[in-house]
C-alpha cells in the first residue's frame, strides 16, 4: 500500500513538472475565439447574476463550465494568464484521472502512468489546452473520468448515483462526454458478464444524462457550430451527407496518429493521403474491439465513441477550421494515448525494456517540440481573432510572436498577408515586413500584389502610375487580385492618418477609388481625412502671409467641396451616422445651420445614442438664441446617457 501511495505521489510530481515544461509559457498567451465575450460577460454577470440566464449571454449550452469560468473570474478576474493556467492544470488533472481509470480497470501501473502522461503531451489536441473557452474540454473528461471512478472495480458498481451526477455535470460542461456512458456500460458488461445487469445498474443514469444532454442542446445559441451544422442539413442531399461523415471521421482517425506526439503535416490543411491513412487507423481500431481483449478493447472504444459527437459538425465547417479539428479530438486522443501506452509497454516486456524507455523518451521530446510549434499557430488564431475584433496592435503583437515561435508550422502567406496589411494601417514602416516577407516567399502571387500598392505611392509620378496601371489592368483580368491591391492602398492611406499625414492619406484613398470607384470604407475615410487635412490648413492660415495663405483658402475650398462630395456618393450606397456627423460638421463651419441640423437629424436617425451630434445641435441652437430647443436636445441627451456611443471626434 506503502508503494502505491509512493508510486503515485512521485507520478503526480512528474505530471505537474512535464504540464510545467510543456504548457508554462501559456501564461504569456493573450485571447482567442470567443474568450472576450466570455471575460465581457464575467463583467455583465457581476453587476447582474440575472444576465447569466438572459438572452444575451453567450449561451454555449455548457453552464457548468460557464460556472466555473464565472468562480475563476471572482478569484483572480479576467485575467488571460490565470485563465490559461486554469486550462492546463485542469487538463493536467485529466490526465491523472485517467492514469488512475487504467489502473483501477486492471492495467498495471506502468501502463497506467504511460497513459496519462503521453495524453498529457498529446499535440493532437492542442487547442483543447491552448484556448481559454475551450476549458470545456477538460473539465467535461474529467467529469466522465470521476464517473468511471465511482463505479469501482467490485461486483457491484459501488457509486451508482455519484457516476450519474457526475456525468450530469459533465454533459453540461460540454455534452459530448455523454460517451463516457457508453464505455462506462461496456465496462460494467465485461464485469458482469451478463448484457441485461449492465443495463439494469446504468438506465436510470442514461435517463438522467439524455435530459441533461436534451438541456445543453436547447440552451446552445442557434450561432454555435453544431446549431450551424445541423440547420445545414437539409440543404445537404442525405448520401452526400452520409459520405461527408464517414471522410471526416477517417479525418479524424488519421490526425489521432500523424498529430499525436509530432507535427509533421500542415494542421490547418486536409491532405488526401490523410484519409487513407484514417481508413486503416479505422479499420485497426475496428479490430481491436473485435478481436482483442482490455485494455486494448477498451481503449479503440474509447477512441471511437469519443469520436462520435462531432461527426454531427458538417465537412464544410470542420475544414474551415484554421487550427484544424484538434479541439475535437481531445476526447479521443485519451483512448489512443491508452492505446500507444500499450504498445510501449509490450515492447517492455516482450522486447527490451531499454528500447521501451528509449522509445518514450523519443516520443516525450517529439512531444515537447511539436507542442512548441503547436503555440505558434495558437498565437496565429489569436493574432486573427484579435485582428477581427478591431484591436489591430494586438493582432500584429501576435502575428510576430507566432513567426518567431515557429514559422514552419504555419500558413506562412496568410500570416505574412495579414501581418503585412495590419501594418500599413498604421504608423510602423511596412515595408521592412513586406521584404521579409518576400525573401521568406518570393513566389507569392498575393505578397507582389501588396508591393504593387507600396509602388503605387511612390513618389515619383512616372513609377507610381505605371504601378497604377498594373493595378488597373488587374480589374479586367483577376478581379479579386485587384481587391487586394485596393485594401492594401486603403490601409496605407488609413496607416497614413494615423501618422498625421492627411496628404498622403488622401492621395491613397484615391488611388483606391480609381481601382474600385464604390467602395463604401474608402469613400468614408477619405472623406474624414478631407476634413482632416482642410482643419489643418485652417490652422496654417493663421500663421501664413497673405500670398501663401490664398493658396490655402483655394485648396481649404477644394478640400470641403470634395468631402462633400465623397460623403454624399458614400451616402448613396449605405447610410452611415458617422458620415451624416460628418456632413453636419462640414455644413456648420459654412454657417449652412440648416443643413447642419438637418445633418445631425439623420446621424441620430441611425444611431439614436450618438452624443456628438446632440451637442453640436445644442450648439447651433444656443447660437441662434433658441435656449429651448437647446435645453430639449440636452434632455434628449441625457435620456440616452445610459447607451452612450464611443465616437472618436472627427
Not at 484591436?391 to 514559422?407: I, K, V
Not at 508550422?409 to 503585412?420: G, H, K, M, N, S
Request: hydrophobic share 50%; with cysteine; charged share 15%.
Amino acid at each position: 500500500m506503502t508503494n502505491k501511495c509512493n508510486f503515485w505521489l512521485v507520478y503526480t510530481g512528474l505530471l505537474c513538472l512535464t504540464a510545467w515544461l510543456c504548457f508554462g509559457n501559456l501564461h504569456t498567451h493573450l485571447l482567442d475565439t470567443h474568450d472576450a465575450e466570455a471575460f465581457r460577460d464575467h463583467l455583465r454577470i457581476e453587476q447582474d447574476l440575472l444576465f447569466f440566464f438572459g438572452e444575451k449571454e453567450q449561451a454555449s449550452g455548457r453552464p457548468f463550465a460557464e460556472a466555473v469560468k464565472y468562480l475563476a473570474f471572482l478569484i483572480f478576474g479576467n485575467d488571460p494568464a490565470a485563465f490559461h493556467l486554469l486550462v492546463v492544470a485542469m487538463h493536467t488533472l485529466a490526465a491523472w484521472l485517467l492514469a488512475r481509470v487504467v489502473w483501477q480497470q486492471g492495467g498495471e501501473s506502468i501502463l497506467a502512468g504511460l497513459a496519462g502522461l503521453l495524453f498529457l503531451v498529446n499535440v493532437t489536441h492542442f487547442q483543447a489546452v491552448h484556448h481559454i473557452s475551450a476549458l470545456d474540454y477538460p473539465l467535461a473528461l474529467c467529469c466522465g473520468l470521476l464517473g468511471i471512478l465511482a463505479l469501482g472495480k467490485r461486483a457491484q458498481a459501488e457509486h451508482p448515483t455519484a457516476f450519474a451526477a457526475s456525468l450530469a455535470l459533465g454533459v453540461l460542461a460540454h455534452p459530448s462526454i455523454a460517451v463516457a456512458w457508453l464505455l462506462a456500460f461496456y465496462l460494467l458488461w465485461q464485469r458482469y458478464n451478463n448484457l441485461l445487469l449492465a443495463l439494469r445498474a446504468l438506465w436510470p443514469s442514461g435517463l438522467l444524462l439524455a435530459a441533461a444532454f436534451f438541456a445543453a442542446v436547447q440552451l446552445a445559441a442557434k450561432n454555435t457550430s453544431t446549431w450551424q451544422s445541423i440547420d445545414s442539413y437539409g440543404a445537404l442531399p442525405i448520401w452526400d451527407l452520409v459520405l461527408g461523415m464517414v471522410r471526416v471521421l477517417w479525418w479524424f482517425c488519421g490526425r489521432l496518429l500523424t498529430t499525436a506526439h509530432w507535427l509533421p503535416l500542415p494542421i490547418y490543411l486536409q491532405q488526401t493521403w490523410e484519409l487513407y491513412l484514417g481508413a486503416v487507423v479505422f479499420a485497426l481500431l475496428f479490430w481491436l474491439i473485435w478481436r482483442h481483449k482490455d485494455p486494448l478493447r477498451a481503449a479503440a472504444l474509447a477512441t471511437l465513441i469519443g469520436l462520435f459527437p462531432f461527426l454531427l459538425l458538417t465537412e464544410a465547417t470542420i475544414l474551415g477550421l484554421p487550427a484544424g479539428p484538434s479541439r475535437y479530438l481531445y476526447l479521443a486522443s485519451a483512448g489512443s494515448s491508452l492505446l500507444i501506452a500499450a504498445a510501449l509497454d509490450w515492447t517492455r516486456r516482450h522486447a527490451s525494456p531499454y528500447l521501451a524507455g528509449g522509445l518514450a523518451l523519443l516520443i516525450l521530446i517529439s512531444s515537447y517540440h511539436g507542442l512548441k510549434q503547436a503555440e505558434a499557430i495558437s498565437l496565429y488564431t489569436a493574432g486573427r481573432s484579435y485582428s477581427a475584433s478591431g484591436q489591430y496592435a494586438t493582432a500584429r503583437e501576435q502575428f510576430h510572436r507566432a513567426l518567431a515561435q515557429a514559422p514552419e508550422a504555419l500558413p506562412a502567406e496568410d500570416v505574412y498577408i495579414r501581418l503585412c496589411l495590419l501594418t500599413m494601417d498604421s504608423e510602423d514602416d511596412p515595408v521592412p515586413v513586406l521584404e521579409k516577407a518576400l525573401a521568406t516567399l518570393p513566389a507569392s502571387k498575393n505578397l507582389r500584389l501588396l508591393q504593387l500598392a507600396i509602388d503605387a505611392m511612390l513618389p515619383s509620378a512616372e513609377f507610381s502610375e505605371k504601378a497604377m496601371q498594373l493595378a488597373l489592368d488587374l480589374r479586367y483580368t483577376t478581379t479579386s487580385d485587384a481587391e487586394i491591391v485596393a485594401k492594401a492602398l486603403h490601409n496605407l492611406g488609413a496607416g497614413f492618418l494615423k501618422k498625421k499625414d492627411p496628404t498622403t492619406a488622401i492621395r491613397a484613398y484615391e488611388q483606391t477609388l480609381r481601382i474600385d470607384p464604390d467602395r463604401f470604407k474608402t469613400l468614408k475615410d477619405l472623406t474624414f481625412a478631407r476634413w482632416q487635412r482642410a482643419a489643418a490648413l485652417i490652422d496654417e492660415m493663421e500663421a501664413a502671409d497673405r500670398d501663401h495663405g490664398a493658396k490655402q483658402v483655394a485648396e481649404l475650398r477644394q478640400q470641403i467641396h470634395l468631402a462633400l462630395d465623397n460623403s454624399r456618393h458614400a451616402l448613396r450606397l449605405r447610410t452611415d451616422a458617422d458620415l451624416y456627423y460628418a456632413m453636419g460638421r462640414i455644413y456648420q463651419y459654412q454657417q449652412r445651420l440648416g443643413d447642419a441640423l438637418t445633418a445631425y437629424e439623420q446621424t441620430l436617425k441611425q444611431d439614436p445614442a450618438y452624443r456628438r451630434a446632440y451637442q453640436r445641435m445644442a450648439e447651433i441652437f444656443a447660437l441662434q438664441g433658441d435656449l429651448a430647443a437647446a435645453d430639449r436636445i440636452l434632455q434628449a441627451l441625457s435620456e440616452h446617457t445610459g447607451t452612450p456611443a464611443a465616437r472618436s471626434e472627427r
